[in-house]
């Protein structure tokens, strides 16, 4: 657990960038510290570490407070993630990530093992330990990052936007890897990041903050969505906060079969088909072809979003965004089960509002 | 110039091309050995700490525009001839490169290796011997090896003051009119200056992380 009682911080130049917060991080859970530039949330992370050191007020990890350790010890068991990872150019993947247990005083050997440990639990092939960071990928990197954070298992880990300099694909990866990560290992996460999906995304809790370091709000992800405590978080959250909403709702939406074809066949397009390969994925849709014709891969329209029965947010957006306007469904293997229409998902929304499962 | 460089008796004897050769690598290894352990902790320091800076960049001009050759003349004058003040002349000479890289090379290195040394618990002394310095290295030798170079061209004048070295040649063949001898002379330094470069390179190549080397051509794949 983290607490900040009453923390000011005051840079010598007079700007206040963290103003009175208080604010407790739970045991166990992923809190996301999210605002504009300016606003104080990488300040308040680094001042959990001592790499920056608050003008008044106390910080409390675990009970203990953080200005009576010396801040080198104090790090070594606290886990530090930063943006584009900082790895260190001149040392190979492996070395990097047995960093804090050598400095620690494990011998070379157990470290080693333990960081080779590591690469596996962050999803990365053990031969990459041989390489040096200039030959990995954004997204490898940082994974070594987060596997050098993790070496040492410290209980608390600190994530300074790890994953904004990756691109978007790569970073939804991440995403969900530290998602699964954290529900092995359990951990007191803060991460920083000045992207408000990201944060409803991975955050058990938020903490908006504003300008001048103040902050705005804290509460549950679903919470900001639906009762944002002020003008400013409800901005912040975004327009299309209704829409994000369903990213929180689970409920049946109802899936009607699919007109499907594979790639080659002989086929008399009546209306929208959906075109498959032979593990019944979909690759695309076929329309507006008189006549019968052969299903080749030039005439396909590529689809939309696939709805694999997360949330009503996906039902909905695979909807939208499919050219048919239907949604089109998948298993875990990915192979098509059906399709949904955005009608379907309106009304199931209705059904969770009046149930009383929409918070208010 | 031919005749007199191949000539046998030219090659022996205690005023012979070795004993010269060795007597200008010599001057030169003993210089870069002081130069660095003068410039290299300077330069780390204040590239570490940010403070300073102005003033190594000054001091480094400031001594570069040095003339080495008055500079000799007047430690001559003040502490007599010998190898003495050949060596200040020629540490000073050696020192601004090699501070100037050093402390080029730590500023250079990437702020966010820096700051995650300093996160994940090193010391500040960790954060320079264990990341800054060995990211700096490639800088560090590029002000080295510069350094090297100067300081076997201009080690020639040390025969000026009457000490050894190849500047002997140059100078007696000066006094002599023997032009074969000084072109021999100044041959040699550059030979002798491209054998040290070499020989540097080879350190470096050893001693510098693969991981550092331009891209593609770095470690196992």
């Known amino acids: 657990m983290i607490e900040f009682r009453a923390v000011t911080k005051r840079f010598e130049d007079g700007t206040i960038a963290v103003d009175e917060l208080d604010l407790t991080v739970e045991a166990g859970t992923i809190t996301v510290f999210v605002g504009p530039s300016g606003c104080g949330k990488t300040t308040s992370l680094r001042m959990v570490n001592r790499m920056i050191d608050p003008t008044s007020g106390t910080i409390l990890v675990d009970g203990r407070d953080v200005l009576t350790v010396d801040p080198p010890t104090l790090r070594r068991g606290i886990g530090y993630v930063i943006q584009q990872a900082g790895l260190f150019p001149h040392r190979t993947v492996l070395d990097n990530v047995a960093t804090v247990p050598l400095l620690s005083g494990w011998d070379k ?18 031969a990459f330990g041989k390489r040096y960071p200039a030959q990995l990928s954004g997204g490898q990197q940082q994974r070594v990052g987060v596997a050098r954070a993790l070496a ?19 970073r939804e990866d991440l995403q969900n890897e530290l998602l699964r990560l954290q529900a092995e290992l359990d951990k007191t996460i803060v991460f920083v990041t000045h992207d408000i999906d990201e ?112 949330s009503l947010r996906g039902a909905l957006d695979a909807a939208l965004s499919s050219p048919s306007a239907l949604g089109v469904v998948v298993d875990d293997a990915g192979a098509v089960t059906g399709v949904v229409k955005a009608d379907d998902v309106i009304q199931a929304l209705a059904k969770a509002r009046a149930a009383g499962e929409v918070p208010k | 110039m031919g005749a007199w460089l191949f000539d046998p008796a030219h090659w022996s004897g205690p005023t012979g091309i070795p004993v010269r050769l060795l007597e200008h690598l010599g001057y030169t290894l003993l210089t870069l050995l002081i130069a660095a352990v003068i410039a290299i902790p300077l330069g780390a320091f204040v590239g570490h700490t940010g403070r300073g800076g102005f003033a190594i960049v000054g001091l480094s001009n400031a001594l570069r525009a040095l003339p080495t050759t008055a ?39 990437d702020p966010m290796a820096v700051d995650a040394a300093r996160g994940v618990g090193m010391r500040e002394s960790g954060v320079l011997l264990n990341v800054e310095i060995p990211n700096a290295l490639p800088l560090i030798y590029g002000g080295f090896r510069g350094a090297a170079l100067q300081v076997v061209a201009t080690a020639t004048i040390a025969a000026y003051t009457g000490a050894g070295g190849l500047g002997r040649f140059v100078f007696d063949g000066l006094a002599l009119q023997e032009f074969g001898q000084m072109l021999a002379g100044a041959v040699l330094v550059a030979l002798l200056a491209v054998l040290v470069d070499l020989g540097f390179a080879g350190l470096q190549r050893l001693t510098v992380s693969p991981g550092l080397r331009p891209a593609g051509t770095g470690g196992k794949r």
């Open chain 1, 199 to 310: 944060a409803l995304k991975l955050g058990e809790r938020v903490a908006v903050f504003r300008k001048g370091g103040h902050l705005a709000q804290y509460a549950k992800p679903q919470e900001l969505l639906s009762a944002p405590a002020n003008d400013f978080v409800a901005s912040f959250v975004g327009r299309d906060r209704g829409y994000r909403t369903l990213t929180f709702l689970h409920a049946d939406v109802p899936v009607h079969p699919v007109a499907t074809a594979k790639l080659g066949e002989r086929i008399t397009v009546a209306d929208w088909t959906l075109v498959v390969d032979e593990q019944n994925r979909p690759k695309g849709w076929l329309s507006g072809v008189d006549g019968e014709v052969e299903v080749g891969e030039d005439d396909l329209v590529s689809g939309g979003s696939l709805y694999d029965g997360s």
């Open chain 1, 109 to 126: 050997r157990r470290a080693r093992t333990r960081a080779a440990e590591l690469l596996e639990i962050v999803g990365l092939d053990p």
């Open chain 2, 71 to 109: 500079v000799l003349i007047l430690v001559v004058l003040w502490a007599g001839l010998g190898d003495f003040p050949v060596y200040v002349a020629l540490v000073l000479l050696a020192v601004p490169p090699i501070m100037a890289g050093t402390y080029a090379g730590v500023r250079a290195v």
């Open chain 1, 152 to 170: 040492a298992d410290p209980p608390v880990l600190l994530m300074d936007e790890p994953f904004s300099a990756v691109d978007p694909v790569v």
